[in-house]
């Protein structure tokens, strides 16, 4: 079977669904326009967004768009599961950011895309989203999705490969735009980690998992939620754990 993709530009960033067998047109369109939506309602950037309004006082969480309490309360969930190392209310905001992407992504493809793979006509669908992936593969195709791992010291290199049938992957870090992670608990940037990659069920948990690792530091338990994680210190260390997944690392 050929791929094709499709790729749109949506929170401020890119998306791009790859799909082996035939394209579904309707149902990637459907899937694009509710990932929009949900930037209409999440967006921090947008004037005129759920949050936004929330963050200026004109509309409370319990007024906004019912999809606003849902995100609101899995992020409850995960400062208590994370112990305060992911919180979207920090700084005193509601600020979802940290979860939707991985939410959004995954909710927009359970509904649209993962009910297209059959087999025959579409064998499995690949997302990427800003270089988190999710993946669905039908039992039939013998072959995993081939996700590549940055260096995050060798920009343009890939430091690991992961196969992946079905699942996701996310990586969080300091490598591309700096120390601009911080930790809930104290409001400064943290160091020590350059770049946490978590390999789990959803997206969600990968996104959710993968920046808490990074504010937990490099020496820190690895979090029992994920399948795997790959943890890049800043000195060039390697840390890996948890054997749900296989982890190849390439030879420089």
């Not at 899937?31 to 929330?54: T, Y």
């Not at 927009?108 to 059959?118: K, V, Y």
Request: hydrophobic share 45%; glycine share 10%; charged share 25%.
């Amino acid at each position: 079977m050929n791929t094709h993709a499709a790729v749109e530009e949506v929170w401020g960033t890119v998306v791009s669904v790859h799909t082996i067998g035939t394209p579904h047109p309707e149902a990637l369109a459907a899937f694009f326009a509710e990932l929009h939506e949900i930037d209409r309602i999440f967006s921090p950037f947008r004037v005129d967004s759920d949050v936004s309004r929330i963050a200026d006082g004109t509309l409370t969480v319990d007024d906004a768009h019912p999809l606003v309490r849902e995100v609101a309360e899995r992020c409850t969930r995960y400062e208590s599961e994370t112990g305060g190392l992911f919180s979207a209310a920090w700084n005193g905001r509601f600020d979802p950011t940290g979860l939707v992407k991985g939410w959004g992504i995954d909710r927009a493809a359970a509904r649209h895309l993962e009910p297209l793979i059959d087999g025959e006509a579409i064998a499995g669908i690949g997302i990427d989203a800003g270089g988190d992936v999710l993946v669905f593969t039908h039992d039939d195709l013998d072959r995993p999705w081939s996700i590549g791992i940055a260096d995050p010291h060798r920009p343009g290199t890939v430091l690991a490969t992961v196969p992946l049938r079905s699942g996701a992957i996310a990586t969080s870090g300091t490598a591309e735009r700096g120390a601009h992670i911080l930790d809930p608990r104290t409001g400064r940037p943290v160091r020590g980690v350059a770049s946490a990659t978590v390999v789990a069920d959803t997206l969600e948990v990968a996104d959710v998992w993968a920046t808490a690792s990074v504010v937990a530091g490099f020496d820190a338990p690895l979090p029992a939620a994920a399948r795997s994680v790959l943890l890049v210190a800043d000195d060039g260390r390697i840390r890996r754990g948890l054997a749900g997944v296989e982890v190849s690392v390439e030879t420089a």
